[in-house]
């Protein structure tokens, strides 16, 4: 029986196409773990980087929701992400389908967790969290410095996964269109998974816990972005 | 002199991969993985989403009728798993309400639209039976609810996160109209199969019908929301009933 390779992160991080390709077309449940593994362990660590500024029990809890969060996404948008596919003109069955957006979330908590020392560094080097501290440009920077890494490493997950798309649909045209629609479906939902296991980085104020249990489920992102908006406009 | 004769070819027993891009508008059949019946529910749901001219042929042989009763049974449960999170909403009688007032209006929508849809096809020249058009909108039906089941999950989370009646029936309709999309690529790359000099009949109807959907999703209000009796006392315009809705929050 093959045993877990570690090397094959960095075959995943460069996208090499052929190895890559004979992954997807014949996926083994040893590599989904790994990829699993990758995402449990990767966004974790960033996870408990983040909420350490908090607390140790509150980076604990991100540790747990990070991971959770790609994986309820995956999971909530599986059988979706499935079925427009093959409607979207690219012919992948829904174990492909899971396999390539496993794949794109392992590369992208690799990288969030290979950011995870310099953002445990950069909560090292604050000020205590404080109810002073949330007014000042220490938490500011935190916020800014969390969204790049983020962002850089959602990106380049993504652009691994239009390569192999197009890879696997022969033409960039398709890809385009089967990643944006899959892109879109999970930013939908993961924005209000987000929204619903609030919060991440905490509030020196307020109780460390896993959610904030009594808002939890009171209201959506999407609305509280539009009161957000229409407030502002209105003022 | 006694000739060779090669044995006659013997069909396959699954069906050849079909390439992507199956809309593709050479004559129905000529590829042979087409000409394989579809024997269950799974591979019914399967062809409707990966191989849509497989049942666009299917649907013209002898004996079609088991496979529309197929794909509108399929529709009648999909119909009714999303119905069942649509009505997670509110919880209560909407329980089962939400389930028989979407599967109701969705049948009773296609029913209502059905005959317009062979006038406007044979108007534009489609040779084209009424018997295929009811399987084209059947197959029209899995695809859109097939969808819907797809989105559920993510309906559900909302169904959960939210009490606000407008922003649930606004993401509804958006999972309804991105499934509806769907559903009429599938019926339009159908229609274009029967030899339809035009489109111009089949983008009315289309427009009736998504007119006739709306409004069935106002005539059986409330689908999400609460209320003391099953059907609405008061006729409304579903722009009305809309406003109304918004103006509510």
């Known amino acids: 029986m093959s045993t877990f390779n570690l090397f094959e992160i960095g075959v995943l991080l460069r996208g090499e196409s052929a190895a890559v390709r004979s992954w997807i077309d014949q996926p083994v449940l040893r590599r989904v773990v790994l990829h699993l593994g990758i995402i449990v362990i990767g966004a974790g660590c960033y996870g408990a980087a983040m909420g350490w500024w908090r607390a140790p029990q509150q980076a604990l809890l991100v540790a747990i929701k990070f991971p959770l969060i790609i994986l309820l996404t995956t999971a909530g948008n599986g059988l979706l992400n499935g079925m427009l596919a093959p409607l979207l003109g690219l012919n992948l069955t829904f174990r492909q389908t899971m396999v390539a957006l496993l794949m794109s979330g392992a590369v992208t908590a690799a990288i969030l967790g290979a950011f995870a020392p310099i953002a445990a560094f950069l909560v090292w080097n604050t000020p205590p969290f404080s109810p002073t501290a949330m007014h000042g440009v220490a938490y500011r920077l935190m916020k800014l410095a969390h969204v790049v890494v983020i962002a850089f490493a959602g990106c380049a997950g993504n652009a691994r996964l239009f390569q192999l798309l197009i890879q696997l649909g022969g033409n960039r045209a398709v890809a385009g269109r089967v990643l944006f629609a899959w892109l879109a479906g999970n930013l939908f939902l993961g924005s209000q998974l987000c929204w619903i296991l609030r919060p991440f980085i905490g509030s020196p104020d307020l109780a460390v816990e896993f959610i904030r249990s009594h808002i939890a489920l009171q209201g959506s992102f999407y609305e509280n972005l539009f009161h957000t908006v229409t407030d502002s406009l209105s003022n | ?249």
Request: charged share 10%; hydrophobic share 50%.
């Open chain 2, 1 to 249: 002199m006694n000739e060779q004769t090669s044995p006659p070819p013997v069909p396959p027993d699954a069906p050849p991969v079909i390439p992507v891009g199956s809309y593709r508008s050479n004559q129905l059949g000529e590829d042979l993985g087409e000409r394989v019946p579809i024997p269950n529910f799974i591979a019914a749901i399967e062809c409707v989403l990966r191989h849509p001219r497989r049942v666009m042929f299917q649907l013209r042989e002898p004996g079609a009728g088991r496979l529309i009763a197929a794909l509108l049974f399929i529709s009648i449960v999909c119909s009714i798993i999303y119905g069942l999170v649509a009505g997670s909403f509110s919880g209560g009688p909407q329980w089962w309400a939400a389930p028989v007032k979407i599967t109701g209006g969705l049948l009773i929508s296609a029913l209502i639209c059905l005959p317009s849809l062979y006038i406007f096809a044979s108007l534009s020249g489609a040779k084209v039976r009424l018997a295929e058009l009811t399987g084209l909108v059947a197959g029209l039906l899995t695809l859109m609810t097939v969808l819907l089941v797809g989105f559920a999950p993510v309906a559900w989370i909302f169904s959960q996160s939210t009490e606000s009646v407008a922003w649930m029936g606004f993401l509804h309709l958006a999972f309804w109209f991105i499934s509806t999309a769907f559903g009429l690529r599938f019926l339009h790359a159908g229609f274009s199969h029967a030899q339809a000099k035009s489109d111009t009949g089949f983008m009315v109807w289309t427009i009736i019908f998504l007119l006739v959907m709306v409004q069935m999703s106002t005539a059986l209000r409330p689908i999400i929301g609460r209320a003391d009796t099953f059907l609405p006392v008061q006729k409304q315009f579903f722009l009305m009933h809309w406003e109304g809705c918004i103006n509510a929050k």
